[in-house]
């Protein structure tokens, strides 16, 4: 197969292309942006369950481990009456026990594998029916205290992730964030915290619905309007913001990640992009994502000067043993991509 | 591993949490409903097919004694047009040539793995485009006669499926009930009969809709008037119900689980539970469930007294060899439950 | 299992059954078509990407081969801005780099295998979006020259595949298919061309909408007198038609492929079946079809008098080592069937 050329090592034979558009396409060894954190998904909204023992979890940290990952976040502890943990405050809420301490396992596995533990704050659902996030506060007050007395002695517990889902519609959204930042720090000596929101872009459409993308969508002005205003409350209470990647089009990327950067630059924030490892493009919602688009949007996040890569997640979309098989050829893709740096 | 905490029997940790609480999740061991029984969906209406031969169904049906199942029903033996045995009068019909004979293959791997075996009955699909019922009774009433002729010698046919789905807005199925149950009795020597309606509860849904849930959805009161008018008029045709559980939120299935019984005794009906082993709340419909709501489900039908669990459906959700690599989790999780018993 | 009759070789046991309908469906020896082309759907509008290396691409020509496929077709070579090879043209106008050269990776392996390979135009997506064929002649007027200037040397490269799909509502789209077919047909010293259009049957609806099936279907009067203006115009540009056979509902296949038939010989094309491996009747967009439902396509297509059989597409639904485990089921019951003639 000597004949098939990759294509990246061979800009030579390009002649008439625009010098701008081939230097971000070719020079890719010098514009790589490496995945070294992942969500897991457990207590999901939208993907479905793949029932793994604590066996099939430890071999998923290994495979974690062996691409580079140092940073595991849950996304989020508990989902209306569903939890990871038997919280005493959420149980005497009505939520269901769980079969397993899933948090217990994962800070183990943290530990055991060298990784930083994100904890997810609990989501009522409440806030999804009704726009409100009074219910999220008034819980993760109870859950925050609990979880920090019960996890807080495990070396790998490093930090919170805020998991309430926003984009630019949910204003009301900073003082939840500002109260519940605080409060994470504050019981932790400061561990940092960190946001996920998406970007209200074409792609924005629900999971369960019939559609794949909607004409209403934001401009890149108003999404920095209306962003600087949140990102100027929330400061303080949110050390990094990881803006899911996957509701714009891809040669969308440049120009919205650019005004996340200054942005996050603005307010001494880090700025992550939360790399969307499933495909928003096709009716089965969802699958793994082709290789090419993930490797454009990391690139793009490279380009854009962020500071750390997180998907959204490994254990379905880019593990050797997911449910899916494509899952493990996006593995080896990616590491075939690695191993070529 | 060892730090690892299973849950179940850790109850003495939790102070504060109510008791009755505690008693419905921490005691499993006396509350425990083992699956006993399982559809055998092919001529399916909306679970894509395996394509398996004469060896994967053998395979599976080991797969099924390994873990009690001692019953099998087969869903339907034909949906319009498309048949499982070479039935002389639907072929007249216009139903298409089967190229496998699947009743005579599935009696005898009952026959030969000691299950009893329950023959659907044949669905024109009419029914689902008109809401009449007069289709399924003209066809069955041939249907039934031919089959007890053509396969009564076997001693695995062990009953009849009585395989039209109804709810409550179904009540012309009553005398399609009685005139069909009736027959399949007559012919058989009274063989037993069942069927497996759905309860209108929020995610009674159209599979291929965008949609997961409705907000019109039926009160238990609502619900006990109506069914009981429909268990009145079907009393003495069918000797079992089993009530798909999959339509209701999980905090809705003692409610609804108790009337059921209430319902199903004073008839003199047996009181069985189709567990539902896919997961409704997913955009793909539909993949195996989350272990954690199938032992939600189970358990609740133990607490209500039920009197057998079947499951809708072993060979996608919860088979070892499935297509859908999460259900083979799904059965170690299930073997992982019973071994602890 | 010996009991287990295969049905196929039992025709005599089934008396009082019309003849006409037997010897369509017992007598299949002498009713076999069989596929010996596929696509290859690299740049998908609707299939999840699969994430293959070379390697696995080599070992999916080889299962090809297996099964007696002689014909592979470049379903498109781009699709917006994803691109199959990096055209100097399609750069300029702001595609991406691809990573890999699959035309010439499947040129190649299609001349170790033995193959012909159909390169497929390049679809801008303005058409889908704006029903103006315009841009398509546009590009792909640069796109036939660039093609074969660079990949012309292949004795694989066999002939064109006119990738726009249409059905009778888009007549615009004979200018289009003239143009670029006698230009393709210029450039390589008369390579020969096809279409692949779809009929507006029930099951026409979009694969990312909540529907199965649709009520506004076309009837076969109507086909055939659209269709009948489309072949006169296009006749000497396209050499064969290839229309879906999903569309329709099974019993209406002999009727609408008897017209695709008479019309193919009144204007001198080829009439050849693409015969979708995938279910159109299920909730999940797509995965692969039942195979007793593949067969009755396929005879209908041998009943018709039809000239070849290709597939949408091996690799996702007939492959042994496709995602979808149901895949490698349905290959084997193929081998089988091909195997008993």
Not at 85 to 96: D, E, F, I, T
Not at 152 to 167: N, P, Q, T
Not at 180 to 201: A, E, H, R, Y
Not at 233 to 252: N, P
């Amino acid at each position: 197969m000597s004949k098939i050329t990759n294509v990246a090592g061979n800009a030579s034979g390009s002649e008439g292309v625009k010098e701008d558009m081939l230097l971000v396409h070719y020079n890719y060894k010098t514009n790589v942006m490496l995945i070294t954190g992942t969500f897991l998904d457990e207590i999901s909204h939208d993907i479905p369950h793949q029932n793994w023992s604590e066996k099939e979890w430890e071999q998923d940290f290994r495979h974690m481990q062996a691409m580079g990952i140092d940073t595991v976040i849950l996304i989020r502890s508990g989902y209306r009456r569903f939890i990871t943990y038997p919280s005493a405050y959420l149980l005497q809420q009505g939520c269901y026990q769980p079969p397993v301490d899933l948090v217990e396992l994962f800070l183990t596995l943290a530990g055991k594998y060298g990784m930083r533990f994100y904890f997810g704050l609990y989501d009522s659902g409440r806030y999804w029916d009704t726009g409100n996030m009074q219910h999220e506060i008034d819980h993760n007050r109870y859950v925050i205290d609990e979880v920090w007395q019960r996890y807080g002695h495990h070396s790998s517990f490093g930090g919170w992730y805020l998991s309430m889902e926003i984009s630019r519609k949910t204003r009301g959204a900073i003082e939840a964030f500002r109260t519940l930042g605080m409060q994470c720090k504050q019981v932790s000596n400061g561990l940092p915290t960190f946001i996920s929101p998406w970007i209200d872009g074409k792609k924005a459409v629900m999971a369960a619905s019939g559609q794949l993308s909607k004409a209403d969508t934001v401009s890149i002005q108003e999404h920095e309007r209306e962003w600087n205003e949140i990102f100027d409350g929330v400061q303080g209470a949110v050390d990094a913001v990881a803006f899911q990647d996957g509701h714009i089009d891809f040669h969308e990327l440049d120009a919205f990640f650019r005004v996340n950067k200054q942005m996050a630059d603005r307010y001494g924030m880090q700025c992550w992009t939360n790399a969307e490892s499933f495909d928003r493009d096709m009716p089965i919602k969802f699958l793994p994502i082709k290789w090419e688009k993930l490797r454009l949007k990391l690139e793009a996040a490279r380009r854009a000067g962020y500071d750390k890569a997180i998907t959204f997640e490994f254990s379905h979309f880019m593990s050797p043993q997911s449910m899916y098989p494509s899952a493990a050829h996006l593995y080896n893709r990616y590491m075939d991509y690695k191993a070529s740096l």
